[in-house]
């Protein structure tokens, strides 16, 4: 994930934004006890104007880190492709939940047998860049 991450970011997207089938994003966000920044690479579609991502960790039964330090500060930086936003990151529920969950599960599969692998209800997060 990391060389993901570096390659992403020093070739303006131009490696690493498709990967598997996928597009991805560079999410940066503060860490919550280290307060340094933390960069990861997800997965992510688009719904209107904003970025949707999906807080899976593979179906394990904790939440991934960039999903517990986003919950503590939901501003965050995205880049996607060459350009860069900051953004305020928002769990959705209900039925906004269960379309974009549906979303999401066109674009990587995996979510669903992800989410059977834990007990956890696995968060999906609207990314809203800010102007």
Do not use: C
């Amino acid at each position: 994930m990391a060389n993901h991450a570096r390659r992403y970011a020093a070739t303006a997207g131009a490696e690493g934004h498709d990967w598997k089938g996928a597009e991805t994003l560079l999410l940066t966000t503060i860490g919550r006890r280290s307060g340094l920044p933390r960069r990861t690479v997800v997965i992510y579609g688009r719904h209107q104007d904003a970025y949707v991502v999906v807080a899976s960790n593979l179906g394990a039964d904790n939440h991934p880190d960039w999903y517990l330090n986003l919950q503590q500060r939901p501003t965050a930086l995205i880049q996607v492709r060459d350009q860069q936003f900051t953004v305020q990151a928002r769990t959705v529920t209900g039925e906004e939940h269960r379309l974009l969950w549906k979303l999401m599960t066109g674009l990587w599969p995996a979510y669903d047998t992800y989410q059977q692998s834990t007990q956890r209800p696995i968060p999906t997060v609207i990314l809203q860049p800010q102007s």
